[in-house]
């Protein structure tokens, strides 16, 4: 017999693999989680582990992958189901919600990424991948402002582009607040409701300025 899983067997193993990393990341973290106790919890071998992930590294971006994965909604597809507003406000909930519930695993490769020593990053292709996510992550969120300010649901006083880093950079604000300086997260609403009036239009009034781009709710 070979000593090579088949398809299924190496497809089962390593989705046994990702649960169980998936687990460990979220209840310790990046640092604390051994690849020896992510095995155990598998019930695999450690040179199984390194047999589908060349690495920790590795290992945790495909968690991320995996984790995000159900988040991903195809828009182009759901159009019909959700509108614009309704699209971004899912993908801001997803990402409050990603740090929620993986607080520890987030705050330690986010400090990674803002080590000044690059040496001190991490492997190349580990913050390269994190970047790449979470570039796909701002491109899809202006897509969806530039769609919305055409069909008057975004407002127009900020392009697309200045739209998204205003968004994005309020998210990171309440991310270091979460993560760092431990601030309860009662606020999240009111900050998430002003975010929302920045971004979005307003039912018209009588002294609305059509060249703010308000619609018609």
């Not at 390593?14 to 310790?28: G, K, P, T, W, Y």
């Not at 991903?72 to 899912?90: M, N």
Request: net charge negative; aromatic share 10%; glycine share 4%.
């Amino acid at each position: 017999m070979s000593a090579t899983p088949s398809r299924q067997e190496s497809q089962e193993s390593r989705d046994e693999i990702l649960r169980a990393a998936s687990r460990l990341f979220a209840s310790r973290g990046f640092h604390e989680a051994s690849m020896s106790e992510i095995a155990r919890q598998a019930r695999v071998s450690k040179a199984l582990i390194f047999w589908h992930f060349k690495s920790k590294e590795e290992l945790f971006v495909a968690v991320i992958k995996r984790l995000l994965e159900p988040f991903s909604i195809d828009f182009a597809t759901e159009a019909q189901e959700l509108d614009e507003r309704e699209q971004l406000k899912r993908l801001i909930e997803l990402y409050v919600q990603f740090v929620r519930d993986y607080t520890g695993s987030v705050r330690f490769f986010l400090t990674r990424l803002l080590r000044d020593d690059p040496e001190q990053q991490g492997p190349a292709s580990f913050t390269e991948q994190i970047r790449v996510l979470y570039e796909n992550y701002r491109n899809l969120m202006v897509d969806l402002i530039k769609r919305g300010q055409e069909k008057g649901v975004c407002s127009r006083r900020l392009d697309a582009e200045t739209a998204a880093t205003f968004l994005l950079s309020t998210l990171n604000g309440l991310l270091v607040d979460v993560l760092f300086l431990r601030t309860p997260e009662a606020s999240f609403g009111n900050i998430l409701a002003t975010l929302e009036s920045v971004v979005f239009t307003q039912a018209p009034t009588a002294s609305a300025d059509p060249g703010t781009g308000c619609a018609n709710g």
